[in-house]
């Protein structure tokens, strides 16, 4: 079984940074892609980035503000957020995809004050 945990959420203001690490455990081979969704309250959840072995995908609203990076030892993604605004205030969700099977985190907290 495949367990993905998030962490580094928390309350910042605004323009400040936060580094979000998911770590996978249990039986991980094949690994397709990783990213981070996040979910704002009464909205949609949304791709903020995704990291392939070819590929690095950035929802507009966060490139140039967001870095995704992949640990393959560890099997690790991280997602370093500067320049935060109120509407990057969500639930952010850590992805994997192993095969054509996706797995998915607890979700972390993030709220950016103004």
């Known amino acids: 079984q495949v367990q993905l945990v998030e962490s580094g959420g928390g309350l910042v203001q605004a323009g400040g940074s936060l580094r979000l690490s998911c770590k996978a455990s249990g039986i991980i081979f094949n690994i397709v892609a990783m990213g981070w969704y996040r979910q704002a309250p009464g909205k949609q959840r949304e791709l903020v980035a995704t990291?392939?072995?070819?590929?690095?995908v950035y929802a507009d609203s966060v490139k140039g503000r967001f870095t995704i990076s992949r640990d393959n030892a560890k099997i690790t993604v991280d997602l370093q957020m500067n320049s935060l605004t109120p509407e990057d205030t969500a639930v952010y969700y850590c992805r994997m995809t192993l095969g054509s099977r996706d797995y998915w985190g607890q979700g972390t907290q993030v709220t950016v004050s103004s």
């Open positions: 990291i392939t072995p070819r590929s690095t």
